[in-house]
């Protein structure tokens, strides 16, 4: 265990605490995401409650809307990029 408050040292984090670690998307996870949320907003969903979901930020949502939006498959996306 670690502690929460090294300044301090109050507070103790333990490994279930501590496996919110920043995780990184392939392009092909961002689009079946991308896929996946458009479903739940277009049923009528808060995008609040996809994002949630998703497992993402609102913020995350809107950066992968406009970079990957009109993109169906990652190959096309490999492709634009060329």
């Known amino acids: 265990m670690r502690l929460c408050c ?8 333990n490994n279930d ?3 919110n670690k920043r995780r990184r998307h392939t392009p092909d996870q961002i689009i079946r ?3 996946e949320g458009n479903k739940l907003l ?8 996809v994002c949630r979901h998703l497992e993402i930020a609102e913020s995350t949502w809107h950066r992968w809307l406009a970079q990957y ?3 169906l ?3 096309e996306w490999c492709m634009s990029r060329t």
């Not at 277009?42 to 409650?49: I, N, P, R, V």
Request: with cysteine.
């Open 69 to 71: 939006g009109g993109r």
């Open 33 to 35: 995401k991308l896929a």
């Open 42 to 49: 277009a049923a009528g969903q808060e995008l609040s409650e």
């Open 73 to 75: 498959r990652p190959a």
């Open 17 to 19: 605490m501590a496996s």
């Open 6 to 13: 090294p300044v301090c040292g109050q507070g103790r984090i």
